[in-house]
């Protein structure tokens, strides 16, 4: 064969093998924009819910502290009224309330107040974290830098997006869960923390207007909202201590919703908001 038509003919199929050559590479980088993308969006749509998760949880925490400061002042009341009864453990309907302990509340209310008062710039989250109380762990947090820098060889790239998207899910799911919860428990706090400040603003006048300081003096209708406004608090503090979430010992596990305490105690406040309606 001549040598023209043989150089022609090796020139020819190495254009082909460039023009192959060049599809793979197009193909190759094509599918290492498109990983890029599904973890972008993967990693905006976990902040996105991250963020209104960490929302919730610093509302919940701020008016539990809010709650939690005002302690102090109820049980000075408490304190200054001779001839008080004891105001025992309530129990009732499968709702227990611990008796009243001045010195407890005392010291929660003045540890609230310093959280509450460093709340700013500076503190941000203090209040999520109180409520959640360890909402965030690793497996979270991982995902904040997951896929930072995707691995050169597309299709592990691109396998790679596709597990971070898989675990965005997982988590967001579970954001999803405690955010619901969340509102619920956060609307029944509201709710008895109303009736409490009511019943709290009428002693303080009944104490401090009026000049009532002792118990014998007290009409039935005032001994009967002071009562009340002991069993509130005690329910009060019992939703504050609950912890949101129940850490779990693996940091590569998310934690898990405390659903089922959260409902109890939700349910428990409920039930004594019926009993103390009905004998206000």
Do not use: H
């Amino acid at each position: 064969m001549p040598l023209p038509l043989i150089v022609g003919g090796i020139t020819a199929v190495a254009g082909i093998a460039s023009v192959y050559g060049g599809v793979k590479m197009k193909e190759a980088n094509d599918k290492k924009e498109q990983a890029q993308q599904k973890q972008k969006e993967a990693l905006n749509r976990f902040k996105e819910k991250n963020d209104k998760c960490t929302q919730v949880m610093d509302e919940l925490g701020k008016i539990e502290l809010e709650i939690l400061s005002t302690f102090e002042n109820f049980s000075n009341l408490i304190e200054r009224i001779q001839y008080r009864p004891e105001f025992k453990k309530y129990s009732k309907d499968e709702v227990d309330i611990p008796e009243y302990e001045a010195e407890e509340l005392q010291k929660v209310s003045t540890g609230a107040g310093i959280l509450l008062g460093g709340l700013g710039d500076a503190a941000a989250g203090t209040a999520g974290g109180f409520a959640a109380a360890g909402v965030t762990n690793s497996a979270i947090m991982a995902l904040g830098t997951t896929g930072a820098k995707l691995l050169d060889k597309a299709d592990e790239a691109y396998n790679q997006a596709t597990r971070t998207e898989k675990e965005v899910d997982k988590v967001c799911k579970y954001l999803d869960e405690l955010m619901d919860i969340a509102k619920d428990f956060f609307n029944t706090l509201k709710k008895v923390d109303k009736k409490y400040r009511e019943r709290l603003k009428i002693l303080d006048s009944v104490i401090n207007i009026t000049k009532k300081t002792s118990w014998d003096v007290f009409s039935d209708k005032e001994k009967i909202l002071t009562k009340n406004l002991v069993l509130l608090v005690g329910i009060l503090y019992e939703m504050c201590k609950v912890n949101l979430v129940i850490k779990n010992d693996d940091d590569n596990s998310l934690n898990e919703v405390n659903r089922e305490n959260i409902i109890k105690v939700c349910k428990d406040a409920e039930k004594l908001l019926e009993d103390i309606e009905i004998v206000a």
